[in-house]
């Protein structure tokens, strides 16, 4: 039988300035209707770039899609021009794309109502009344509540993960045959990340759709897809079902992206192993196996320059690689000399003591700014941090993870509560008090692309902390400092010359890991510092942290929502919700038996790349609805709403934070607790 989509040798390539760049070559995939496929891999390996040639939104200049045939539904698309009529009825009519960021894919002057109503008066031809009953119906079939009133609501008005169930809409609006979710589920929570993956698993089963989901998160992979294509440098390097990519990888890039993943299920002390080096740039083709230079299992025939076909070797299997082996004979996929060092117990000695703390933002109305309701992002948080100690701080979006780690350090100024840094009172000290304690408190930012001033130096950057805070006494030691604090974060000193946009999105993390080091902290909050990066270069920062901590007897409070990561990196754990700590407690603890319903959510929605494991896990526990407003929180437990398990009294009374066992604390009126001693 023909397939649905049938992908053969494609391959685009874009000029810019003197040098083209190979974005996809010679790519070759399928997928047949009612099926569900992943593209997989690095950032830059092709994966968005051979899906925008399939619908031809390639900007021409300086994109070029020049060879290759796209065969959809018995028609090759590349025989149509991209403006031409037959073109636009299929995109968006017969094949749906979800984009990565819906903020930037949405009209923000038009209502979503009238952005899908558009397209079904575009490609059904409906009148304008139909088309909005269409709307609200698909509205209502993506999980928005109040559809009838919320379709005539502009993109900023919803909240991220509705932003991306509109996107879902308006992909399905023209009862397409083939749905592309490129990266759909990034920059979501994993809770939301759960919720849009069941709704597009529902909704391929209920329509008998194909399904095609790009992303570089293997969980996701693992969970939803049937047939796995693995991506690098513009080629597909091994392709099979996922049962046989995951249970038998054959190609050294598959089993080093395995390798690099932290997982739920395993030993939390197993190092994590990085593959070493960086993707090619493709600014010419490569004639050789382009994996080469990162292979620590090469033979003879790679050094040749012979391109690796893509042979069967069973089943659904291939695999490009002229040294393709099972997994079980073969050896470690980097060359990793120094394997990351386990960090110390964490000393009994408390670093940081916060207790009872407290951050409303004021919500202001009119032009005299009257104030008229109180945002409170932080609502009586207590915890302790020792030395050389890690507390991962985990939560969805908007639970006030980031606002407590700004408090910590003084950014924001508290209204109410104490955080003891080495026994000092940071909370009422004013800005130059502040001055002589900021050195030991530092920050690493999320974002390693706009943290990192694009005018100065990375030398500038990294270095800049010891002018301000007056830690070197001459240039020479200046230069000294800074040349052995990239060799800290495994950098070349040689490189302090170059601005940040010549640096990798890893690279550039390093830079800031190496800022934060500079005045020699004691305490660092990595405020989701891996969030930004693929998987791979994850595993090298989580390492470095590591190595780090053991190092310099460094504490982390480590914010992020990756339950995985922070297993790994984390001694304690705290969950966060609606801006208040919901339950705490030594890693194994949680993660073996959780007590609260929101954190068992969250760990039954991290999926685990492994297949197998996944079939015996049972049921997503997915959660009903959104996120309250942190202005109006619900009435007693916060979580009521949203809970399966709550009962009338979850709704009148506020459960405060219990020992439920040695050192686990909850805030559940359903867990049978003892109240917290003092202190």
């Known amino acids: 039988m023909a397939h649905l989509l049938d992908v053969r040798n494609l391959t685009t390539r874009f000029k810019i300035d003197d040098c083209t760049i190979h974005a996809v070559d010679g790519a070759s995939y399928h997928i047949d209707a009612g099926e569900i496929v992943s593209i997989v891999g690095e950032s830059g390996c092709g994966k968005s770039a051979s899906q925008l040639s399939v619908l031809q939104l390639i900007p021409t200049p300086p994109g070029k899609i020049v060879g290759g045939e796209v065969i959809f539904d018995g028609a090759d698309l590349l025989k149509f021009k991209s403006d031409s009529p037959q073109m636009r009825g299929i995109r968006g009519g017969q094949i749906?794309?979800?984009?990565?960021?819906?903020?930037?894919?949405?009209?923000?002057?038009?209502?979503?109502?009238?952005?899908?109503?558009?397209?079904?008066?575009?490609?059904?031809?409906?009148?304008q009344a139909g088309a909005r009953a269409r709307a609200i119906e698909l509205l209502k079939l993506v999980?928005?509540?109040?559809?009838?009133?919320?379709?005539?609501?502009?993109?900023?008005?919803?909240?991220?993960?509705?932003?991306?169930?509109v996107m879902i809409a308006m992909a399905l609006c023209c009862n397409p045959k083939l749905l592309i979710a490129d990266e759909a589920t990034t920059a979501v929570d994993v809770t939301t990340q759960a919720q849009l993956l069941e709704l597009l698993r529902k909704t391929v089963q209920q329509f008998d759709l194909a399904l095609l989901i790009v992303t570089h998160n293997l969980g996701i992979v693992a969970r939803y897809a049937q047939r796995i294509y693995v991506m690098y440098a513009g080629r597909i390097v091994e392709s099979g079902t996922a049962k046989e990519i995951f249970g038998d990888p054959r190609h050294p890039y598959t089993l080093g992206l395995l390798k690099s993943v932290p997982r739920l299920d395993e030993p939390k002390g197993r190092p994590l192993i990085p593959i070493q080096g960086m993707p090619p740039m493709l600014t010419h083709r490569i004639t050789g196996c382009a994996f080469f230079p990162r292979c620590a299992r090469h033979v003879d025939a790679c050094r040749q320059d012979s391109i690796p076909a893509l042979e069967h070797i069973g089943g659904q299997h291939y695999v490009a690689c002229h040294s393709s082996i099972s997994q079980k004979d073969a050896p470690s996929t980097s060359s990793v000399d120094d394997m990351p060092i386990a960090a110390p117990a964490p000393r009994n000695e408390v670093l940081l003591q916060v207790r009872?703390?407290?951050?409303?933002?004021?919500?202001?109305?009119?032009?005299?700014?009257?104030k008229v309701a109180d945002l409170k992002a932080v609502d009586d948080v207590s915890f302790t941090v020792k030395r050389g100690e890690t507390l991962g701080l985990v939560g969805e979006s908007g639970c006030g993870k980031t606002t407590v780690g700004r408090c910590l350090l003084r950014l924001y100024r508290p209204i109410a509560g104490e955080i003891r840094f080495e026994?000092?009172?940071?909370?009422?000290?004013?800005?130059?008090?502040?001055?002589?304690?900021?050195?030991?408190m530092q920050l690493i930012f999320q974002d390693p692309y706009g943290s990192l001033d694009p005018r100065q130096s990375a030398g500038d950057i990294v270095g800049e902390p010891l002018k301000i805070h007056r830690l070197v006494k001459s240039k020479g030691e200046y230069r000294d400092r800074v040349a052995e604090l990239f060799q800290m974060v495994g950098l070349d000193p040689h490189l302090a010359d170059r601005v940040p946009h010549e640096f990798s999105g890893g690279q550039r993390q390093r830079i800031g890991i190496a800022r934060a080091l500079a005045t020699n902290p004691s305490f660092i909050v990595c405020d989701e510092p891996i969030s930004a990066l693929d998987v791979s270069i994850q595993a090298q920062i989580i390492n470095l942290l590591n190595e780090l901590q053991a190092r310099l007897g460094l504490a982390y409070l480590f914010v992020g929502h990756d339950l995985s990561v922070v297993r790994h990196i984390s001694n304690r754990v705290a969950v966060m919700y609606l801006g208040r700590i919901v339950e705490m407690t030594d890693c194994e603890s949680l993660y073996s038996n959780p007590l609260h319903p929101y954190t068992r959510a969250l760990l039954s929605a991290v999926p685990i790349p492994d297949p197998f494991v996944e079939e015996k896990r049972g049921q997503v526990i997915l959660l009903k609805g959104e996120v309250p407003s942190l202005v109006n929180p619900p009435a007693g437990c916060n979580f009521h709403p949203r809970c399966r398990l709550a009962t009338k009294e979850c709704a009148q009374i506020a459960p405060a934070l219990r020992d439920a066992g040695a050192d686990h604390q909850v805030a559940c009126l359903r867990v049978v607790a003892s109240p917290r001693p003092e202190g």
């Open 143 to 165: 999980g928005i509540p109040d559809a009838e009133q919320r379709v005539n609501h502009y993109p900023h008005q919803f909240s991220g993960g509705m932003r991306q169930r």
């Open 356 to 370: 009872n703390l407290k951050m409303y933002f004021p919500m202001t109305k009119g032009v005299l700014r009257r």
């Open 423 to 440: 026994g000092r009172d940071l909370a009422p000290l004013s800005k130059n008090q502040l001055r002589a304690i900021r050195h030991k």
């Open 96 to 127: 749906g794309m979800i984009f990565q960021e819906p903020m930037t894919s949405l009209n923000p002057v038009l209502t979503v109502g009238q952005q899908i109503v558009e397209s079904l008066t575009l490609h059904l031809k409906m009148d």
